[in-house]
């Protein structure tokens, strides 16, 4: 009796913060039927109605929380200061996958080459946030509200993109809870992988006569028990994206996209990036994080299907580390940092910076690689074309954009 009164709490808990509800163990075909059976017709329109944007663009916006070591993802092996900086985490170039004479993809992240070769992916380097402190949550905030600083707006620059976007558009966050980019106005949804354990048919039933008698959440129930269905159980399968996987968590969110009435904004986000300690090199902590992340993208790819032609990814973190290493083998909280632009759109692979170098004197209080890419002017660069925004409309989105040097990021 506890572990039934737990189990139906859980999902009410999960269903009123909007999450996802575990319904691996039952059938859902049977489910379904049973809850049109039982009127679910009648619970009232759903409050989110997921739609397309005429355009038919898709963006999916990738948040590395915890501070990426740039110069550990994308190597500047050469730069001529970089071996000696470096010291014993300095990768050796025959393990890294070079894109020009410069820069190479570290070990970890050698999924991205197919991109590269199909003319898909822009690697940015010596980017930041407009906001020097080295604060997880003030950078967190600045880059998830596309402002300069980190206090002035409670809303998320992917809500205000959906508040400008002509024709009917929706939003998804594939976390555990809303993030700050998605936070505003507008609404949206969320969806993560459950940890409630199994739900059968008898509890589902139950809550759903429950919220028959409210309108709102009625609407919010029928539309995670589509969304979960949307997903399948295929992408949870062995437990994958409990146990950190991230390809399985990317191919949901692909599944969630392509639906008929799927969204056309997704927030992904994914913790673990802060290595002050014992970082590695190929094959380490971080560059195992960084093959995770490298397979998630190819495996998003692929789960998009048709739909990749018009999808494009942005690849962020909220800052660099410091340049040196730390006396743990790690990296500390630093400025410049790297990041990724994926997607047909994209026309021609290349790196893009403006790169400071890594000598002693041009290292940011001779620290960090110097910030010389804006990470707003790399997000106007993509919203504008992606969704056919007029210069005021992405001014709207990302304040203070419009003064920025203007990229060119797709041509596709």
């Known amino acids: 009796m506890t572990g039934h009164l737990e189990a139906v709490l859980g999902a009410d808990a999960a269903l009123r913060a909007g999450r996802g509800v575990d319904i691996a163990a039952m059938d859902r075909r049977a489910f379904l039927g049973?809850?049109?059976?039982?009127?679910?017709?009648?619970?009232?329109?759903?409050?989110?109605?997921?739609?397309?944007?005429?355009?038919?663009?898709?963006?999916?916006?990738?948040?590395?929380?915890?501070?990426?070591?740039?110069?550990?993802?994308?190597?500047?092996?050469?730069?001529?200061?970089?071996?000696?900086?470096r010291g014993a985490m300095a990768f050796d170039s025959d393990t890294l996958t070079?894109?020009?004479?410069?820069?190479?993809?570290?070990?970890?992240?050698?999924?991205l080459h197919e991109f590269w070769e199909r003319n898909e992916l822009v690697a940015l380097h010596a980017m930041a946030i407009p906001y020097r402190t080295r604060s997880h949550f003030d950078g967190q905030a600045v880059l998830e509200t596309g402002l300069d600083r980190p206090v002035g707006s409670?809303?998320?620059?992917?809500?205000?993109?959906?508040?400008?976007?002509?024709?009917?558009?929706?939003?998804?966050?594939?976390?555990?809870?809303?993030?700050?980019?998605?936070?505003?106005?507008?609404?949206?949804?969320?969806?993560?992988?459950?940890?409630?354990?199994?739900?059968?048919?008898?509890y589902l039933e139950r809550l759903a006569s429950l919220y028959r008698r409210d309108r709102a959440l009625s609407g919010r129930f029928e539309a995670a028990i589509q969304?979960?269905?949307?997903?399948?159980?295929?992408?949870?399968?062995?437990?994958?994206?409990?146990?950190?996987?991230?390809?399985?968590?990317?191919?949901?969110?692909a599944r969630l996209m392509r639906a008929p009435d799927g969204p056309n904004v997704a927030a992904v986000e994914?913790?673990?990036?802060?290595?002050?300690?014992?970082?590695?090199?190929?094959?380490?902590?971080?560059?195992?994080?960084?093959g995770q992340l490298g397979d998630g993208l190819a495996g998003f790819r692929v789960a998009m299907d048709r739909d990749w032609a018009d999808t494009t990814v942005v690849v962020m973190t909220e800052f660099g580390r410091t340049a040196r290493p730390n006396g743990t083998r790690g990296t500390d909280h630093g400025t410049g940092g790297a990041g990724f632009v994926i997607g047909p759109k994209v026309g021609r692979s290349r790196v893009v910076t403006d790169w400071p170098?890594?000598?002693?004197?041009?290292?940011?209080?001779?620290?960090?690689?110097?910030?010389?890419?804006d990470t707003r002017a790399v997000l106007a660069g993509v919203v504008g074309p992606?969704?056919?925004?007029?210069?005021?409309?992405?001014?709207?989105?990302?304040?203070?954009?419009?003064?920025?040097?203007g990229l060119t990021l797709l041509s596709g």
């Open 98 to 111: 070079p894109l020009d004479g410069t820069f190479g993809l570290a070990p970890g992240l050698g999924a």
């Open 270 to 290: 994914f913790s673990g990036w802060d290595t002050h300690a014992n970082q590695g090199l190929a094959g380490g902590a971080l560059d195992r994080l960084l």
């Open 386 to 405: 992606v969704f056919d925004l007029t210069a005021g409309q992405v001014e709207r989105v990302l304040p203070g954009s419009t003064g920025l040097l």
């Open 154 to 202: 409670a809303e998320g620059w992917l809500n205000r993109l959906l508040q400008v976007m002509p024709g009917e558009r929706s939003g998804i966050a594939v976390a555990s809870g809303m993030p700050r980019s998605l936070s505003g106005p507008f609404e949206v949804r969320t969806w993560s992988p459950a940890q409630l354990g199994a739900v059968d048919d008898a």
């Open 357 to 373: 170098g890594l000598g002693a004197r041009e290292l940011f209080e001779g620290r960090d690689v110097a910030g010389t890419l």
């Open 34 to 85: 049973t809850m049109c059976a039982g009127g679910i017709a009648t619970f009232g329109m759903p409050v989110v109605r997921f739609a397309h944007l005429r355009q038919q663009g898709r963006l999916v916006f990738v948040l590395l929380r915890g501070g990426v070591d740039g110069l550990a993802a994308l190597v500047p092996f050469g730069d001529p200061a970089y071996r000696a900086l």
């Open 227 to 253: 969304q979960q269905a949307s997903v399948g159980e295929e992408a949870m399968a062995g437990g994958g994206a409990q146990r950190g996987g991230i390809t399985p968590l990317f191919q949901a969110t």
